[in-house]
């Protein structure tokens, strides 16, 4: 292989096997990279931001399916549904911080997607809705949502989540009577969650 690939420095021994020589460019060691970079709010900078939509739409395109017929890449596949959440999840704060609800849907809905039952996910479809002002689109969500934990876990939504439509409703209403700053201002209460 180290013949086949015309550099040798590529593939190094180690310890009775070999490995990739760091200076390989691995995607999931870069998106490891990107996703531990220190993030001082919700909102990253465009450069990353970038870098992680990119990551997500090769993500979002699925595995190739040439790899399913390789044991050595199980273990990978479930990596990769890791990183694909995580990247995810930060775009959609990402969205919610810079105040632009579709692009944040977006990624709040993939996260749905990948694991319905996640009730972070569904916080952040929440937040985004309560951005918006769409109550009823809130609570057909968290019904929807109530209705698949109680068919697949027998379990119920927690009580934070549920009051969580409710109390952005009041406060939005409450901004938007007068009392505060305008409908510009009402956000979910808390914001959105750290993972």
């Known amino acids: 292989l180290r013949r086949k690939l015309g550099d040798e420095s590529l593939i190094l021994r180690s310890d009775g096997g070999y490995r990739l020589s760091p200076a390989v460019s691995v995607d999931v060691r870069e998106i490891d990279a990107l996703l531990r970079e220190p993030v ?18 090769t993500a979002a395109a699925g595995i190739p399916a040439r790899y399913e017929q390789f044991a050595w890449f199980a273990p990978h596949r479930l990596r990769l549904r890791e990183l694909t959440i995580a990247v995810a999840g930060l775009l959609a704060r990402d969205g919610l911080a810079r105040r632009v609800p579709a692009e944040a849907m977006r990624y709040a809905r993939a996260l749905v997607a990948l ?20 109550w009823s689109a809130a609570r057909r ?24 439509v409710k109390a952005a409703r009041e406060r939005h209403r409450a ?6 700053g305008g409908p510009e201002s009402a956000a979910a209460p808390g914001g959105p969650r750290q993972p």
């Open 175 to 180: 901004l938007t009577s007068g009392m505060a």
């Open 115 to 134: 694991d319905p039952l996640d009730e972070d996910a569904r916080r952040l479809v929440l937040d985004v809705y309560a951005v918006s002002g769409e």
């Open 141 to 164: 969500e968290l019904e929807g949502y109530a209705e698949l934990l109680r068919e697949e876990l027998d379990a119920e939504p927690s009580a934070e989540l549920t009051g969580l």
């Open 40 to 57: 001082a709010s919700d909102r990253i900078t465009e450069d990353r931001r970038e870098a992680l939509v990119a990551v997500f739409a």
